[in-house]
Nanobody
Framework: QVQLVESGGGSVQAGGSLRLSCAAS????????MGWFRQAPGKQREGVAA??????????YYADSVKGRFTISQDNAKNTVYLQMNSLSPEDTAMYYC???????????????????WGQGTQVTVSS
């Protein structure tokens, strides 16, 4: 049974940081596209970042709105993907979801229907 479990959400003030984690189990983690999405109330789910877990280095992809502030990374030994979020603003407030598609490259990574598996989400709230 495939499981993606997110953790690390919480409430912070603007300018603060959080690190989200997504632990994958029951899943062939190698050569997969792992993505982070977010959904704010009344808005569509949007792609935030993605990483290709195969090969050396792990190619990464970011939405323009988070470039330079968020960093996606992986720990293959732990089957875990991270999202380091710095310089947070109230506009980053949303439920954050981890998603997996594999074996697959990250072509079309921001398209939610690309992904086979989803976590339950972790809430991030940024106050001004």
């Amino acid at each position: 049974q495939v499981q993606l479990v997110e953790s690390g959400g919480g409430s912070v003030q603007a300018g603060g940081s959080l690190r989200l984690s997504c632990a994958a189990s029951g899943y062939t983690y190698s050569r997969a596209c792992m993505g982070w999405f977010r959904q704010a109330p009344g808005k569509q789910r949007e792609g935030v970042a993605a990483i290709y877990t195969g090969g050396g280095g792990g190619s990464t992809y970011y939405a323009d709105s988070v470039k330079g502030r968020f960093t996606i990374s992986q720990d293959n030994a732990k089957n875990t993907v991270y999202l380091q979020m710095n310089s947070l603003s109230p506009e980053d407030t949303a439920m954050y979801y981890c998603a997996a598609d594999g074996p697959s490259y990250c072509n079309g990574w921001a398209f939610r229907y690309k992904y086979n598996y989803w976590g339950q989400g972790t809430q991030v709230t940024v106050s001004s």
